[in-house]
């Protein structure tokens, strides 16, 4: 079935430091990705998303490309902030009629000043 | 902005008595999910409903689970008698259609605790 891999956490780093976290896919079909990001307290929001090969998603300074031939969905930042940190999770939903969302471990990224 | 909520935030049960979770989706939202999150583990898919009926479920949502639309507004997931690997995360999402690479909006979930 599908299954997303999400680079291990957590992830300590300091302001201004730049970002990646790794995510790989397998799907059948032809799947959207997404990241989603979740802060304390609060329900997962979308942070960005790519619905076909070599699309890139962006918001807030993080960008992610999807890359088909590497079946990978990395994402990045050049400069991160303190109000960056939170859980990040990249997810994949599949075309193929399926609307639910399989999602990676999820990564914890804690930012110091 | 919209958005999902649900409560409680938190419900603590001993194990083999029934709970009911309660979401509100956003109002115009026709899509409904739930999944859970035990901690330290992933995000894992239970079920999706669309128009009074489950669409798809996974094999975590055995016949201890139960979905309803019991009104036009909340949307409830009920585990009849609940067992100790039954305490997680649980978030409600809704999408106003089923396209696949539409944004589902999440609650903030309610962490069940079963002892």
């Known amino acids: 079935g599908d299954s997303v891999t999400q680079m291990e956490g957590p992830v300590t780093l300091s302001e201004e430091a730049f970002l990646t976290i790794n995510c790989t896919y397998t799907?059948?079909?032809?799947?959207?990705l997404f990241w989603y990001v979740q802060y304390p307290g609060e329900g997962l929001q979308l942070l960005l998303k790519?619905?076909?090969?070599?699309d890139k998603g962006s918001n807030k300074g993080f960008e992610a490309t999807y890359r088909k031939e590497t079946t990978s969905f990395h994402l990045e930042k050049g400069s991160v902030q303190v109000s960056d940190s939170a859980v990040y999770f990249c997810?994949?939903?599949?075309?193929?009629?399926?609307?639910?969302?399989?999602f990676g471990q999820g990564t914890r990224l804690t930012i110091n000043p | 902005e919209p958005e999902v909520t649900q409560t409680p935030s938190h419900q603590v049960t001993q194990m083999g008595q029934e709970v009911i979770l309660r979401c509100v989706p956003i109002?115009?939202?026709?899509?409904f999910y739930w999944y859970r999150q035990i901690l330290g583990q992933k995000v894992e898919f239970l079920v999706s409903?669309?128009?009074?009926?489950?669409?798809?479920k996974s094999e975590i949502f055995d016949d201890q689970f139960s979905v309803e639309r019991p009104d036009g507004s909340n949307f409830t997931l009920k585990i009849r008698s609940t067992k100790l690997e039954d305490s997680a995360m649980y978030f409600c999402?809704?999408?106003?259609?089923?396209?696949?690479?539409?944004?589902?909006?999440f609650g903030p979930g309610t962490r069940l605790t079963v002892t």
């Open positions: 997810a994949l939903s599949d075309s193929q009629g399926a609307q639910k969302l399989v």
């Open positions: 109002s115009n939202h026709l899509y």
């Open positions: 799907a059948t079909g032809y799947p959207s």
């Open positions: 790519a619905t076909k090969a070599d």
């Open positions: 999402a809704s999408t106003a259609t089923g396209l696949a690479s539409l944004e589902q909006y």
């Open positions: 409903f669309y128009n009074n009926e489950i669409s798809e």
